[in-house]
Structure formats: structure tokens, C-alpha cells
């Protein structure tokens, strides 16, 4: 088995970095959806509870589903690389997607853009958070390097 190298400080920065830009993302198109489709595009409150609810639901079953796709997978750019990459790309179109309902739709087209749209964004967020957290292990000796880098990481992610 290969021997891993101590992480340097600016690699345990660089990191903690992604989980800020990755969490702050999260976060504002969390906490802006509601207000979105409820009072900009007109999603009765209850469709979206339901909408959110599904969502959480079905997160407990992609979540590991996700984890077992990406220990599973073996490429020329590991196992982590790939989809963080892919989930980055289909995460960020998914958004960009999800705020640009067509005002045409009725109430439930709308309502169904909402809740594809919203449960695909998870989807593809999945992809790349899965992946992003996996890695500790995979580049760290473990023991208190380990704990430093997740706790500085998961701080790191909490301001985001």
C-alpha cells in the first residue's frame, strides 16, 4: 500500500475553500426557492411542502446509492475526480434551469417544473457532495489528521 504524505496547510485550505463555495451555493438556492416559486411564480405553499418532503425522502435513498456509484467506479482520474466534476457541471445548469420557469406554465406546470426540477438539482448536488466528503479518507493518514481536516472542512462549509 502506497504511504500518504502529511497535507500541507494550504492543501487543507484549498479543501476547506471548496466546501465554503460549495455549501454557499447550497445555501442561497435553499433558502431562495421557497420565496421563488410560492410568491414569484405562484407554487401553492402545500405543493412545495410536498415537493421539499419528496425531496428529503428520496435523499435518503440516493445519498448511499451515490456513495456505492462512486466506490465503485475506477477511472484514469480515480474515483473521486469524475464526479465531482460532472455533478459541478449538471449541478450548476440544473440551477441556472431551475430559476428560469417559464411564467407561461399554469399552475400545474409549474408545480411539476417545480418539483423536477428542484429533486434534480438534489440529484445532481448528490453527485458532487458524496464525492467531495468521500475523499478525507482517501488522501488522509487518518487518526488527527483526519478529524483536523473534516472539522476545518465542515467549519469551513457552515460559513458558506
Not at 29 to 40: C, E, H, K, W
Not at 81 to 96: M, S
Request: proline share 4%; charged share 15%; glycine share 10%.
Amino acid at each position: 500500500m502506497k504511504e500518504r504524505q502529511k497535507l500541507t496547510l494550504g492543501a487543507k485550505i484549498s479543501y476547506a475553500l471548496g466546501a465554503v463555495g460549495k455549501d454557499m451555493v447550497y445555501m442561497l438556492s435553499a433558502t431562495y426557492i421557497l420565496y421563488y416559486y410560492q410568491d414569484i411564480m405562484g407554487v401553492s405553499a402545500v405543493a412545495m411542502g410536498v415537493i421539499l418532503l419528496a425531496a428529503r425522502i428520496f435523499d435518503a435513498f440516493n445519498d448511499p446509492i451515490m456513495g456505492v456509484i462512486v466506490a465503485k467506479t475506477k477511472t484514469k482520474w480515480g474515483k473521486f475526480r469524475p464526479w465531482l466534476l460532472i455533478g459541478a457541471l449538471t449541478n450548476a445548469a440544473i440551477l441556472f434551469l431551475m430559476f428560469c420557469a417559464p411564467p407561461s406554465l399554469d399552475g400545474a406546470g409549474m408545480t411539476a417544473y417545480a418539483a423536477v426540477a428542484y429533486i434534480l438539482w438534489g440529484v445532481t448536488y448528490t453527485m458532487m457532495d458524496i464525492p467531495y466528503w468521500s475523499m478525507i479518507p482517501a488522501f488522509t493518514e487518518g487518526g488527527k489528521e483526519r478529524e483536523n481536516l473534516t472539522t476545518l472542512a465542515r467549519s469551513a462549509a457552515g460559513v458558506g
